[in-house]
């Protein structure tokens, strides 16, 4: 009865969603209070189903009820529980019920946090919420339905989850990954929202900003996230493999960061208006794309679910209903959006209108990328591959562009800047920093231009942080006076721009200085590993709950002190009798050594690869940096008071007309 009840509530919740995505934004079309007031109680209730679906679901799979397909198809009696809970979102079906759970979660946020604002456009942005649950939950229901049964007859065991994610990654990774994936529709609901009114004024940038914010710092510790489980789980010392389905989750975060900003300026300065209308829809746009690929089998990734042409049919009618719709709205309204202010052509807004530009290419391209090997198939033209040395070639020719105006940025007013006044103010540290990349270049003696390029971009933009905060406290009485004067948008914003450099560094450095060594060793023997002494003890069988393993002892030394202990696993589980590599890391902040144990060989001898990845982790640190800082610019009790702006401001205009 439980998969029953389910079921039950994902209907339900498909008949409120279609009340809340019809009647509000008729409400609000006629001006009627009482068809906008049905917006809340709608969004609260069609949460309420989904967690009651979601957690009927869930207990399928901890009580291994194999009647239900998709929990006989993706959970076993021997799963332990942590991962049969997990296993609810590790196929088709579940995770898309967690898509669909979470776009509910987001609306009933909006609906409670957002009582400031006037119903009219409190119900617009509802009711294209409603919209969207509305293509989701059918998708649900008519082709991906995860509480069909198998009775009469069903396995008495079930099949077992894929061993790649049997691991503390799928617990974290894909539920924070789809909080930035689906926390873009609650900007592209106030983009759309605005639209309809016909008010595309400060307020909706003020009033937007914020969700978008927390969408970004979600989606980026999931991407992390996801970077970090690849790292340690594949046993290849990777982070990143361009994987169409990691392109997925990266392209929406470029063109979100190009949002962030763009509000930014359109609250402060009342330009970009049109451009950031286009961003909002082209965030979400692109995530609902990633939707299409990981879900409708056009691809091979080992993050991809499903290989139905008919779901993925479903998804790619859906996406161009939502993306030709809103493009639709935006071409008959767009007309009427004016600019308030004005710049001239070297200037702040100049600078991070250009960042924007650089930031929706970088998408473009890495969408050109992913999907032309799949048009080309599609067309007849043959098979094309388009793989790392296409990415690896172009991404960072745009990287460079992108860093430079981070940095120099800073140097740059508002309005109007001369180019001379610019180089003045910028000439030292533009010296310093080229003086110090090229220190380092020559002490580290590898690579060069590799080396020499990242630590110049990541010096001038830690070096227009510095001049930044410099900037905002040059007229306090003193610097610890001006520090506790900061604003947490403005210690957010210093602390998401030095994240970046971190990253680049992190990135750069560990792709370019890494050791990779494959070895072939026998127990008792000892290698050399940068600096350090790798003895191998031996192996001893373990016994896990599900797997057998054979586990690896390797000693780490540095000169004759004995570091650490390794313990790398050849895991063989039990149900589907397929074989992982789990490495053992020493990590660090400066470097990590990574240990990965292969296939038996002869004499007892066995394959081991040994990696040494400098700066590895700070790809993760810059992460967290920029996560960090979009919380505490999130946090900043200005936006209260935003919301109290944004009510006044809205209901003058709403007086007046």
Known sequence: MIPELGHFALITAFVV??????????????GQNRLMAVARPA???????????????????????????????????????????????????????????????????????????????????????????VGFLSFLLFTSNPFRRLLPDF????????????????????????????????????????????????????????????????????????????????????????????????????????????????E??????????????????LSLLGTFLVRSGVLTSVHAFASDPVRGLFILGFLGVIVGGSLLIYALRAGGVRSEGSFELLS?????????????????????GTLLPLLSDAFGWGKLSVGPPYFNTVFPALMVPLFFLMGAGAWLRWKRHGLAEW??????????????????????GKKPMAVFGVSFLALWILAGVWIDLGDKLKHALSWTAGLRRLSRSQWGMLLAHAGIAVCALGAVFTTVLSEEHDLRLTPGQSVAVADYRLAFSGLKEVDGPNYQAMRGEFQVYEG?????????????YTVNRTSM??????????????????????GGAWAVRVYYKPLVRWIWLGALLMALGGALAVSDPRYRLARQQAKASLGKGVEAA
Request: glycine content about 8%; overall charge neutral.
């Open 17 to 30: 969603a279609s009340f809340q995505a019809l009647i509000p934004l008729w409400g609000a079309q006629t």
């Open 43 to 133: 969004a609260f209730l069609q949460f309420a189903l989904l967690s009651l679906a979601f957690a009927c679901l869930t207990q399928a799979f901890v009580v291994n009820d194999f009647t239900v397909a998709y929990v006989a198809q993706n959970s076993n009696s021997l799963l332990p529980l942590r991962y049969r809970i997990s296993a609810v979102w590790g196929a088709h079906e579940g995770s898309l019920l967690l898509w669909a759970l979470t776009l509910a979660g987001w609306t009933a946020a909006v609906a409670l946090f957002s009582r400031r604002l006037p119903r009219e456009m409190v119900a617009r942005v509802l009711g294209v919420m409603g919209v969207i649950a």
């Open 155 to 266: 396995p008495l065991d079930g099949g077992d989850l894929n061993p790649l994610l049997q691991d503390f990654g799928l617990i974290v990774h894909p539920p924070l990954l789809y909080m930035g994936y689906v926390g873009f529709s609650v900007a592209f609901a106030f983009a759309i929202a605005a639209l309809l009114a016909g008010r595309l004024d400060s307020a909706w940038a003020r009033w937007s900003r914020p969700w978008t914010t927390v969408a970004w710092c979600f989606l980026t510790v999931g991407i992390a996230l996801g970077s970090w489980w690849a790292y340690y789980e594949l046993g290849w010392g990777g982070w990143w493999f361009w994987d169409p389905v990691e392109n997925a989750s990266f392209m929406p975060w470029l063109v979100g960061t190009g949002l962030i900003h763009s509000l930014a300026v359109s």
């Open 268 to 285: 402060k300065r009342g330009v970009f208006k049109s451009w950031t209308v286009l961003l909002a829809i082209a965030a979400f746009s």
């Open 348 to 368: 702040r807004e100049t600078g991070l209108l250009l960042n924007n530009v650089i930031l929706a290419v970088c998408a473009l391209v890495i969408l050109l």
């Open 423 to 444: 180089f003045r103010r910028a000439r030292f540290s533009l010296a310093l920093c080229l003086v110090l990349a090229l220190g380092l270049t020559l002490w580290l």
């Open 560 to 572: 004759e002190a004995l570091l650490t202990t390794l313990y790398p696993e050849k895991r063989a």
């Open 581 to 602: 590599t789990e490495a053992a890391i020493k990590p660090g902040l400066l470097h990590d050594l990574y240990v990965s144990l292969g296939e038996p060989l002869d």
